[in-house]
C-alpha cells in the first residue's frame, strides 16, 4: 500500500491524551465526548469518512450543511457583535441546513443571540442542540474546507478533534477535473494541473495546522479506508476513543457507504475506486501532474509510476505553482482577513442552501 506517513493513524491512535481542559468550562473533558471535525481535500471520500462514523452510532446524525467559517461569519461578520448574530440567524433559519437540524427556530435564535460569540460558539450550541434532541453524548461535524481554518476552530473549540482523510493527489486531480474544476475559494480553474496543484496546497495547509497539535489530529488514507477498512476504523476508534464496530458499520451503512457519490457513478461499479488515475489518464498526462506534484506525492508515500529523473520540472511547471498557491493563498486571505471578504458571497440564502455533497468516492 503506498499509504505511509509520519503522522499517519497508525502512528496517532496510542499517543493521544484520554482529556482535555476546556476553555469554556475550566473541565477535563473525557475524550469520548470530545467532538469530531471531518476534513479533507474535496473528492479525497471525506464524505464517506462522515458516513463511516455516522454509521458506528453515538455521534448525532446531521445531514445538513453548516459553512460557519468558511461562508457564515465572512458574509455577517464577528459573531460577537449581536445585530451580525440575528442577521446570521435571520437567514440561517431559512436555509436547508436549519431544516434538516431539526431544531426550533425561535429557540435556538434566542440561544445563539443570547451566548454565542464566535464561530466555534455557533457550532457549539447548533450541534450540541442536535446531539441533545437525538439523546446522544457526542457529535461529528463534516465539512472538507475546515481543514484551512483549524487554528481558529482549535482557538473557538479547544477539545476538538480533527480527522483529515488524505487521498492520492492524482485520482483527487482526476476526479475535480472531471467535474469541471475546483470550485472551493471559487477558483474556476479547471483541468489536470490547477486541480492537482489545488489538492497539493490544501493538504500542505492541513498538514502544516495539524501536525502543530499532534495529539488531537490524525490522518487517515482513503485508500486504506477502501481497502482495509476492519483495521483503519479500528484504530481510527481508538484515537477517538469510541467504539467503531466494523460489522455494526457495515450493517447501518448509511449515507454514501450504501450510495457513493463518486464522479464515475455513471460507469462500471464494479471497478476498484483506487488508482484511477492509472487506467483513465494517458502516459503524457500522468508525467504532467508527477512533475508538477510528484514531490509532494512522494513525501506522503505515494509511488510515482516513472523514474524521479524522468519528470520535467521545468520553468513552466514552476511559474505554474508559484501562481496558483500565491493565487489561493491571496484569495483565502481576502476572505477571511478583510471586509472585501464578505462580499465574495453573494446572496445570504443562496450560501446557507449550498450543500456540499461531492466528496465520497
Not at 4 to 19: E, K, V
Not at 275 to 296: C, D, H, Q, T, Y
Amino acid at each position: 500500500m503506498e499509504t505511509s506517513s509520519p503522522a499517519a493513524i497508525s502512528s496517532q491512535a496510542t499517543s493521544a491524551p484520554d482529556s482535555k481542559i476546556s476553555l469554556e468550562c475550566g473541565s477535563s473533558v473525557k475524550r469520548k465526548v470530545r467532538p469530531v471535525f471531518v476534513i479533507g481535500c474535496h473528492r479525497s471520500g471525506t464524505n464517506l469518512l462522515y458516513d463511516t462514523l455516522l454509521s458506528a452510532g453515538g455521534f448525532a446524525i446531521y445531514r445538513g450543511y453548516l459553512p460557519v467559517y468558511k461562508m457564515l461569519v465572512p458574509r455577517f461578520g464577528s459573531l460577537a457583535n449581536r445585530s451580525n448574530r440575528s442577521r446570521m440567524m435571520n437567514a440561517w433559519v431559512r436555509s436547508k441546513g436549519f431544516r434538516r437540524s431539526g431544531l426550533d427556530a425561535e429557540q435556538l435564535t434566542a440561544r445563539v443571540r443570547d451566548e454565542c460569540r464566535s464561530g466555534g460558539d455557533f457550532v457549539r450550541i447548533v450541534m450540541g442542540e442536535i446531539a441533545r434532541s437525538q439523546n446522544v453524548a457526542r457529535w461529528v461535524l463534516y465539512d472538507p474546507d475546515n481543514l484551512l481554518y483549524i487554528p481558529r476552530i482549535r482557538a473557538d473549540i479547544p477539545d476538538a478533534l480533527f480527522v483529515h482523510i488524505i487521498r492520492d493527489g492524482r485520482d483527487v486531480a482526476l476526479s475535480l477535473s472531471k467535474m469541471g474544476g475546483s470550485k472551493p475559494l471559487r477558483n474556476r480553474a479547471a483541468g489536470l494541473l490547477p486541480t492537482a496543484l489545488y489538492w497539493e496546497w490544501m493538504v500542505r495547509r492541513g498538514r502544516q495546522h495539524g501536525l502543530r497539535i499532534a495529539d488531537d489530529y490524525i490522518e487517515v488514507r482513503y485508500e486504506e479506508l477502501v481497502s482495509d477498512p476492519r483495521v483503519t476504523v479500528r484504530k481510527l476508534g481508538e484515537f477517538l476513543d469510541h467504539d467503531l464496530d466494523y460489522d455494526s458499520i457495515q450493517k447501518a451503512s448509511l449515507g454514501r457507504l450504501r450510495e457513493p457519490n463518486s464522479s464515475f457513478s455513471r460507469e462500471n461499479e464494479q471497478h476498484s475506486p483506487l488508482n484511477r488515475w492509472s487506467a483513465k489518464l494517458s502516459r503524457s498526462e500522468i508525467m504532467s501532474v508527477e512533475a508538477m506534484v510528484g514531490e509532494f506525492l512522494e513525501e506522503l508515500g505515494y509511488s510515482l509510476s516513472s523514474p524521479r529523473g524522468a519528470l520535467k520540472s521545468g520553468l513552466a511547471e514552476k511559474a505554474m505553482r508559484a501562481f496558483y498557491f500565491s493565487l489561493l493563498n491571496t484569495k483565502l486571505w481576502l476572505k477571511t482577513q478583510t471586509p472585501a471578504g464578505r462580499l465574495a458571497d453573494l446572496e445570504a440564502l443562496e450560501i446557507c442552501d449550498h450543500i456540499e455533497s461531492t466528496e465520497a468516492e
